[in-house]
């Protein structure tokens, strides 16, 4: 027999769509020779024009799944997305403490692509108290990490500013994403953990994408199932964003554009 290879769980919505979500999860841990695990904690009926409806499953069977995965695989990372209510995130935190895997990367998706807020202010404190510690690394866009901090973020200095306001309220490491600052110029993510920051820039490219957050999030996890530190798992993620975006298509009547994972996957497996 050979050895069980490291695997990598997302728990996260479904977006029946393919672009984004878990579907984007298991294209991206595919993509970079990680095997993908799922635990669905809501189920979406979306396309590339939008979400029609949502459904948030028993928080029992939410934890059956997470619990079959854990029974049965070598877990070196777990990624977490779209939870949707306080219930389900403390239902996630208590089966997180129980098995204390080695990498979790949050993704704390309380914004919609229009602006809308996805999370009651019950939520949004259980995702503070709770899940905002467990994590090795948090990756908030700008609107999330301005209702993380309850301030406005308006340039490059308020970017460090706030990842240095998120690592004083509990994150272990921050990586920052600047995609939504005002602007030309390179889009420009902040990482920072312990004495460590950095500025990881990318040329802007004029599209309107998406699961751009689901996948980052993602590839950060996969490259540490591959046995990445931290910092160059992060950089290489933003890489193969970029690379997927760069290379992305158009498979709905809407405009935005679904990533091409596959065409940006690194070569060789871990």
Do not use: W
Request: glycine share 12%; hydrophobic share 50%; with cysteine.
């Amino acid at each position: 027999m050979t050895q069980r290879p490291v695997s990598a769980l997302t728990v996260a919505g479904s977006d029946s769509g393919g672009g984004a979500g878990i579907q984007a999860d298991l294209k991206t841990f595919a993509a970079h020779g990680v095997h993908g695990l799922s635990a669905l904690a809501a189920l979406t009926a979306q396309h590339t024009r939008g979400v029609s409806a949502v459904h948030v499953p028993d928080i029992g069977f939410l934890r059956a799944q997470i619990d079959a995965c854990f029974d049965d695989f070598a877990i070196g990372a777990v990624k977490l997305g779209m939870l949707a209510n306080a219930a389900v995130i403390h239902a996630v935190a208590d089966a997180l403490e129980h098995y204390r895997p080695a990498q979790i990367v949050l993704d704390p998706v309380m914004v919609a692509t229009s602006g809308a807020r996805l999370l009651e202010p019950d939520a949004l404190d259980a995702l503070r108290g709770r899940l905002l510690p467990l994590a090795s690394l948090v990756t908030p866009n700008l609107p999330e990490a301005e209702l993380l901090l309850g301030r406005r973020i308006g340039d490059r200095a308020d970017m460090r500013a706030a990842a240095e306001a998120l690592l004083a309220i509990g994150a272990q490491a921050v990586l920052l994403k600047g995609g939504h600052l005002p602007g030309g110029g390179d889009v420009v993510d902040l990482f920072a953990h312990a004495g460590t920051r950095r500025e990881i820039a990318h040329p802007r490219l004029s599209v309107d994408a998406h699961g751009t957050g689901c996948t980052l999030a993602s590839a950060v996890a996969a490259n540490l199932c591959r046995g990445l530190a931290l910092e160059p798992a992060c950089a290489a993620a933003a890489d193969y964003v970029h690379a997927a975006l760069h290379g992305g298509y158009r498979p709905g009547r809407g405009e935005v554009l679904v990533l091409d994972h596959f065409g940006a996957a690194p070569h060789g497996r871990p």
